[in-house]
Each structure stands twice: as C-alpha cells, then as structure tokens.
C-alpha cells in the first residue's frame, strides 16, 4: 500500500469509526477537510524535531482558520495519531508544548458540542500517559487544559476516567507546585462522577501502575486526616472506608484490598511508600473493621507482615500499630508489655490480630 493510499484508507477508517457521515457535504467543508489532509501529509516528511513543530504549526493554523465555522475535526483518526507521536518521551519539551497548542485548539472546537466527550478516547490516548514524563512547563500547560476542557466533562468521563486518573495521581508530587492543583482536581472530580466509579477506576490504577501507588496512599491518607479533624458523628469513620469502596459495593471492596496487598508485596517499591500503606491501614482498616471478611484480612495480614524483612525502623512501628490497633502513640518500637493501656492494646491483638497471624501460617 501506498504512503498516500494509507492515508485515504485512516481517513476512510476514520469516518467509518467515528460515525463521521457530515451532512455538510458542501465545498467549505470539503476544503476544510482537503486542508486538514495536507497538513497531516506534512507530517510524513519531517526528519529532526523541529519538522514537527513546522508540521503543527500547518495543522493548528488550519483549525484556528475554521474554528467559528465547524464544531468538528475531519480525519480524527490520523489527528490524534499524529499528535500522539508529537508527545514522545524523547521528544524535547519544545514540540511537546506545540501539540498541546494544537489540542487546545481541537479541544476548543469539540467542546462547543458534546464531541469531545464522543471522541476523548482517541486524544486521551497520547494526552494522559504524557504526564508520566513531561517537564516542568509541559505539566502546567497539561493541568491546564485538564482544568479547563476534561474536568467539565463530569459523567461524560467514565470511558477515559482510569486514564484521566492515573494522569491526575503522577502530577501528585508532594512539595511541588502542582500538588494543589492535583488534589483540586481529583477532589473535583470525585465529587462530579461519584465515589463508586471513582474509587473503582482509583484502585484499579494502584493495582497496575507502580508510579500511581504512592500519590494514590498520599491521597486517601490526606482524605482521612482531613476528616478527622472535622467528623461530627459516631459513624462517620465507617461512613469513610464506605466511600472508599465505593458505597457498600464488595466488587469494589475487593479491588480496594486486591490493590492494597500488591502495594504491601511489592518489593522493589521504596519503604516510603509502603509507610503510607500502612498508615492507611491503620486509619481506615483497623483489624476489627466490619468492612472486611476474615479471608480479607487474613490475605493483608499475610502479606504485610514480610515486611519487617525490610528491617526499616519505621515500617515495624507503623506494623505494630496496626496489629495491636494502638493509634494514639507513634514512638513505640516494639510490642508493649506493662500499664493499662498495653493490656489494651495486647486485648486487641490476642482477640483481632493473633488469630489472623495464626490463619497466615496455616
């Protein structure tokens, strides 16, 4: 097949697709869609990167030059297969910046209708996976138009909402400037398209993406403490791992504790990240948590109890903590053996955590 008869047939794919039938079979359209086709074609001869910001320029102008006449792209197919390849990880940030240019403009076309809800599936693919390697400039050029054309899309997200996600969660860098604007967003759109199908889509992103887990923890954790200092009632703190969950829905708790036990067996992650595990478990999954089935626990436990062969100090605190379910005193180093409230906390562990720890060695 020819370079230019695989062209026409992506742009033939393309309508066949995408549904793309346009009544408006007149000759503006007709030139509009002939000069969307040859800015692409300037794409297939570019050698050095600054061809392809040349290329971008081509096809951005011919967007801008139609923007007040059509609420379309022709092509879309090849459009956000191109300006996917302009994202390349070993592309300089300078192209990176012209084809986010580029999907403001398409972004700004599309969302006069309800197409870019219909068609972000094909742009989400090379957007979100961007924020995983973007520099500095590129990351808050990409929040922006995250805040300005994909958070409004609310329910309309949920076929790109793991990917939008996981793009949100490796912009949540603590001790960054964007970290305000991460969280903003997640919480945003938490509240937009719900916490069952989000924490569905959250969890799902901690099972398969490592670079997710620790902002992932860091999220949740500064939800729990957040409300903390502002429960009023005695059931909110049930009415928190509930959300978590995603409501009472026990496909989503098992995800929820599926992605907990591969963060806990994850060797090769930094101990900092399982310190936040485990200070999630403390708050939100005391061993005598209603949420979770014996077997459930039995599958943590199991596997976060190895991780006192990392033999980090502050791993076996926030471990102890949480097996004898001692959440008022951080400094402790091991097991208490003397006072009040160490029969307390020994009550806990021979009722709660032994029989779990017996259950694992079974």
């Not at 951005?60 to 090849?78: C, E, R, W, Y």
């Not at 860091?218 to 703190?237: C, L, P, R, Y």
């Not at 907990?260 to 101990?271: G, R």
């Amino acid at each position: 097949m020819t370079t230019s008869s695989a062209h026409n047939f992506e742009a033939t794919t393309s309508a066949v697709l995408l549904g793309h039938t346009p009544a408006q079979q007149n000759n503006k359209y007709k030139a509009y869609a002939s000069a969307v086709d040859k800015a692409l074609k300037s794409f297939e001869s570019t050698t050095e990167w600054a061809d392809l910001i040349a290329a971008l320029g081509k096809l951005g102008k011919v967007f801008s030059s139609n923007a007040k006449s059509f609420n379309d792209i022709p092509n879309a197919l090849t459009v956000s297969k191109r300006l996917s390849q302009c994202l390349h990880p070993a592309l300089p940030s300078g192209v990176h910046l012209k084809a986010l240019d580029t999907y403001r403009q398409v972004f700004l076309m599309l969302s006069r209708t309800q197409n870019l809800a219909k068609y972000l599936f094909l742009y989400s693919a090379g957007l979100f996976p961007l924020m995983d390697h973007c520099q500095i400039k590129v990351k808050s050029e990409l929040l922006s138009i995250f805040e300005q054309f994909i958070l409004p899309l609310g329910p309309n997200l949920r076929p790109a909402l793991a990917g939008f996600i996981t793009a949100l969660l490796l912009a949540l860098e603590e001790g960054t400037e964007f970290y305000g604007r991460a969280f903003n967003l997640l919480d945003q759109l938490l509240e937009k398209v719900g916490s069952e199908a989000f924490y569905l889509c959250f969890w799902q992103s901690v099972s398969g993406n490592p670079s997710a887990r620790l902002p992932a923890l860091i999220f949740v954790n500064t939800k729990i403490e957040k409300h903390k200092k502002g429960k009023n009632d005695i059931n909110s703190d049930d009415n928190l791992l509930a959300s978590f969950c995603g409501g009472n829905q026990s496909n989503n708790n098992n995800l929820m504790l599926q992605a907990l036990c591969i963060v806990a067996e994850d060797s090769s992650s930094s101990p900092l990240v399982q310190r936040h595990l485990l200070d999630f478990l403390c708050m939100a999954i005391p061993l005598n948590s209603k949420w979770t089935s014996k077997q459930q626990l039995v599958d943590l436990v199991g596997r976060t109890l190895f991780l006192v062969l990392r033999r980090d100090m502050s791993l076996n605190r926030r471990l102890y903590q949480w097996l004898l379910n001692r959440s008022n005193d951080m400094a402790f180093v091991s097991l208490p053996v003397n006072g009040v409230e160490d029969s307390t906390d020994l009550a806990f562990f021979k009722q709660y955590a032994l029989p779990v720890i017996k259950k694992c060695n079974s």
